[in-house]
């Protein structure tokens, strides 16, 4: 089945450590988002990638990092330095339509999200 | 990226037709339309999309005017099971995909 994983389902923090949220796509998708939601709110966008190799900061990257070395995966690593990091993490990706006319007809295929909380 | 205005929440009785609408006065040539469905815990699903007049699916229906200023999310015969958080996305903004907060729909019995 094709599909997008996000992996841990549920993950807890201790203060002052980095953790790594895992996303895995087989859509074979150039393009991979992270979002971020706090209870009751929309979705805001962390980092964004449309090829390998390359990625680009959405809204509120301070505190998060991104790398996106195969097409496949584009792992989240939350930073010490994030200092409100509970919230619902969600990956997902999108055929890009790129070109010189760029028309807005993307459409993202989420994972089931991580639950990211502090100890 | 045009601006959506969409209602924060709505109330709706099983077996009604529910029909939601999203405004977006400057959206430009290159736009589509695109509505997101999303149960608590869960990521968003796509659930349908637009350019102009009418498209339908097995799951809903999306009207847009010939001017496009706006979009209507039609879900018929609605059930409680699509008591849910939905989504008008209109455009990118510097190739960035936005999502508003949304419209919370909440079927009653």
């Known amino acids: 089945d094709g599909g997008i994983t996000q992996s841990p389902k549920y993950l807890f923090r201790k203060e002052g450590q980095n953790v790594t949220l895992s996303c895995e796509q087989n859509l074979n998708h150039d393009a991979m988002y992270w979002y971020r939601q706090d209870p009751g709110q929309g979705l805001r966008l962390i980092y964004y990638?449309?090829?390998?190799?390359?990625?680009q900061k959405g809204d509120i990257a301070e505190g998060y990092s991104v790398s996106r070395e195969k097409k496949e995966s584009f792992p989240l690593t939350v930073t010490s330095a994030q200092k409100n990091p509970t919230a619902f993490y969600l990956c997902?990706?999108?055929?890009?339509?790129?070109?010189?006319?760029?028309?807005?007809?993307?459409?993202?295929?989420f994972g089931s999200g991580t639950q990211l909380s502090v100890l | 990226l045009a601006k959506t205005t969409q209602p924060i929440s709505m109330d709706s009785y099983e077996g009604q037709e529910v029909n939601i609408t999203c405004s977006h006065n400057n959206i430009a040539t290159n736009d589509y339309i695109t509505w997101y469905q999303q149960f608590p815990s869960q990521g968003p699903r796509f659930i349908i999309q637009?350019?102009?007049t009418k498209v339908t699916n097995e799951v809903a229906s999306l009207f847009i005017p010939a001017d496009r200023k706006s979009s209507t999310l039609s879900l018929p015969r609605v059930s409680l099971s699509d008591t849910a958080v939905y989504y008008c996305?209109?455009?990118?903004?510097?190739?960035?995909?936005?999502f508003g907060k949304g419209t919370r729909l909440h079927i009653l019995p």
């Open positions: 990638s449309q090829i390998v190799n390359d990625f």
């Open positions: 997902a990706s999108s055929i890009y339509p790129g070109g010189a006319f760029r028309v807005t007809n993307e459409k993202l295929f």
């Open positions: 996305l209109v455009g990118v903004r510097d190739d960035k995909i936005i």
């Open positions: 637009g350019y102009k």
